[in-house]
């Protein structure tokens, strides 16, 4: 027994979980970020003083920020390692609600630690406390509930140590894992009780390979036998659970091609003959004909968003069946599919010895390989633009020198605006282990992509990293450049200024709305003009703004310009932001898919009245898979 505080037990045990799959052992918690203030200081503040030599601590500048740190260095880690986060009470603690949704709707673990108001309640109201009459248990903290995979109060010292043992149960679950949020009172978090030894042991969570059912198995395997048209769409689960390797097995001994979900892009390298990219709204050609002929589709590790099955109208064939392979049960449900509970991994392989000898026809295999190569003709064209574009150049020339920059190990980061998309279809996937692409697309936050590619740097030293952040999310969070400089990472940040929000403009033309409010231009009377020519373009200057934040900047205003900064980029001590502005109009177009934003059903507006038309005749190709 020892006496110690709550935080001071806290941090001990934190600072012990490990988590083991396959063998290899590696920290649950590898450190931890956070902002102080009166919530947190006293408690958790002077724990982590104590002991910082057990358990790392950094402060980040914004907390949403820090749970972005945490989420690109989990996802990056394939769920296996993250970052705690500790905030004070009130406006520190609702800040992460942003980062626990991203964490938790991308299935990626994240330990939040939000201050809380006393337990006793004896000096309520307390500076920041959300008071309400008719119950004395809500705190702002319960906005973190429905964006937490687990949730607890902790109210009394006693009541950590089952508080703990479930948070680590949660993350370190393949499918359960999310935000944890244990929400620490101000007063408990400096309480002290007798701690048992055996809490603050070392612990270590294995994650096993849940195999499949072996009914479930085989139905599959009859199902694909049974197939003319079977496709693999492929997503983040193929990666996280370390299964790249044994999906090409599976191509290369059957012949069934590979789509990709933003998620799974680059589980089979771009350069395979059975590699037919990205599916969905942000698709190729490959992935869409592939996935519109289909009769059977396995889908690995996928949640399947909307972008995915384009809205619903990605699989055409009147006959699609799916088969899912999740390790949740949730996911694999989906779509009235066959479920097959299981760790991605361990079902390849099962399947591959299940499907010996056999081979996908002739017919779907050369159509396969044909569209492949097409598409891989088409990104050619789309990125080279053979010199004939006048004017800045254009996002898929930069992804192009990215790409290249970033060779077989580097990777790139992303999450909104346009890039996100031109990504998808445009970047060629090197690394046979699937981590050069780190495109967060499920919560698709604009913020995200300073602070998780900071998260990505310190997960994997060894990579280059490169962010591609777009003005408009560079605007929502450059303050965690300061945390980048203050921990001497040294990731490359790719700021693409098109003056404005590119991709919601063009969304806004193609609904009708002319790009209204998506351009930086000066109000008049109180409001955006509607003719954003009227008005010159505002004083802006983002690259003043990351060199004011201690970032090295590089201005870059050619292909030619950003080829060399990429280069002169690599080996710095700390972030590097290239800057560089891009056509904002010279877009990469979308192929053959859909994505459904309803469009308004009545207006005096001509342009509204014909794209309301054509989103009905699209909608007509929605279905329900049942
Ligand atoms: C936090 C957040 N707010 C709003 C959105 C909706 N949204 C998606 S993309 C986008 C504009 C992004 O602008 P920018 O980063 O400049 O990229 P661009 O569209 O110009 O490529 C907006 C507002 C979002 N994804 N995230
Ligand atoms: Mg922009």
Same mark, same amino acid.
Not at 180 to 207: G, H, K, Y
Not at 305 to 328: E, I, L
Not at 395 to 418: M, P, R, T
């Given at each position: ?14 600072? &012990?979980? =490990? ?43 914004? !907390? ?10 989990? =996802?990056? =880690? ?26 938790? *709707? ?149 012949? *069934?091609?590979?789509? !990709? ?230 990731? &490359? ?53 990351? !060199? ?31 800057? *560089? ?19 308004? !059903? ?25």
């Amino acid at each position: 027994m020892s006496r110690l505080t709550v935080a001071q037990a806290l941090v001990r045990f934190l600072a &012990v979980q =490990r988590t083991e799959r396959d063998g290899r052992r590696e920290r649950l918690i590898a450190g931890c970020y956070g902002i102080f203030g009166h919530g947190n200081v006293a408690g958790l503040g002077q724990a982590l003083h104590q002991h910082h030599d057990l358990l790392p601590y950094s402060p980040a500048r914004n !907390e949403q920020g820090m749970v972005h740190i945490a989420a690109g260095y989990a =996802r990056q =880690r394939n769920r296996l390692s993250t970052f705690a986060c500790t905030t004070s009470v009130g406006p520190g603690a609702t800040n992460m609600v942003t980062g626990a949704a991203l964490a938790t *709707i991308n299935r990626l673990p994240v330990l939040l630690l939000p201050g809380d108001t006393f337990a006793t309640r004896t000096p309520h109201p307390v500076l920041q406390m959300l008071e309400v009459s008719h119950d004395a248990t809500v705190s702002v903290n319960d906005c973190l509930r429905p964006v937490s995979r687990y949730y607890e109060r902790i109210e009394r010292p006693e009541q950590l140590m089952a508080a703990a043992l479930e948070a680590m149960r949660v993350l370190s679950d393949p499918a359960e894992t999310g935000a944890v949020t244990l929400a620490m009172p101000e007063d408990v978090q400096a309480e002290a009780f007798e701690v048992p030894d055996a809490f603050l042991e070392p612990r270590v969570w294995t994650i096993y390979r849940q195999p499949p059912a072996p009914e479930a198995l085989s139905r599959a395997a009859e199902l694909i036998r049974a197939a003319r048209r079977p496709l693999i769409v492929a997503g983040g689960g193929v990666i996280y659970s370390e299964a790249t390797v044994a999906l090409r097995a599976l191509v290369d001994a059957t012949g *069934i091609p590979v789509a !990709e979900t933003m998620a799974g892009r680059g589980a089979l390298v771009s350069e395979h003959p059975l590699s037919l990219g990205a599916l969905g709204a942000t698709g190729g050609s490959a992935g869409n004909r592939l996935a519109r002929e289909a009769d059977l589709v396995i889908g690995l590790g996928t949640r399947w968003s909307d972008f995915t099955t384009a809205s619903k109208s990605a699989f055409q064939h009147p006959d699609v069946r799916f088969v899912n392979v999740n390790v949740a049960a949730f996911d694999a449900g989906k779509h009235g599919g066959l479920p097959v509970v299981a760790d991605a991994r361990v079902a390849l392989e099962q399947l591959r010895e299940a499907l010996a000898g056999h081979r996908v026809s002739d017919d779907w295999e050369a159509r396969a390989r044909t569209e492949s190569a097409a598409w891989d003709q088409e990104v050619a064209r789309v990125v080279s633009l053979d010199g004939d574009h006048a004017g800045p150049p254009t996002q898929a020339q930069i992804i192009k020198e990215i790409n290249d920059a970033a060779g077989e190990d580097g990777v790139v980061v992303c999450a909104a605006g346009s890039a996100p998309g031109d990504l998808h279809k445009l970047w060629r996937a090197r690394d046979p282990l699937g981590k050069g692409y780190h495109v967060e697309y499920g919560y698709s936050c604009m913020g995200y992509e300073i602070p998780g590619g900071m998260g990505v740097k310190l997960a994997a030293p060894e990579r280059d990293v490169y962010v591609l952040v777009g003005d408009g999310s560079y605007l929502m969070l450059p303050g965690e450049l300061v945390t980048a400089v203050a921990q001497r990472v040294p990731i &490359v940040i790719v700021l693409v200024d098109n003056h404005g929000y590119a991709s919601i403009g063009a969304l806004s033309r193609s609904v009708g709305s002319a790009g209204f409010g998506t351009l930086y231009r000066y109000s008049e009377n109180g409001s955006v003009p509607l003719d954003p020519a009227s008005t010159e373009v505002l004083p802006i200057d983002l690259a003043a703004n990351a !060199e004011s934040l201690g970032a090295r900047v590089m201005r870059t205003k050619s292909i030619g310009e950003l080829r060399a900064a990429l280069a002169e980029a690599r080996g710095a001590d700390g972030p590097v932001v290239v800057y *560089i502005e891009a056509d904002r109009y010279h877009g990469v177009p979308s192929y053959e898919s859909w994505w459904d934003v309803p469009v308004a !059903e009545v207006s005096e507006d001509e342009g509204v009245r014909a794209a309301r038309e054509s989103y009905e005749r699209a909608h007509e190709h929605q279905r329900h898979y049942l």
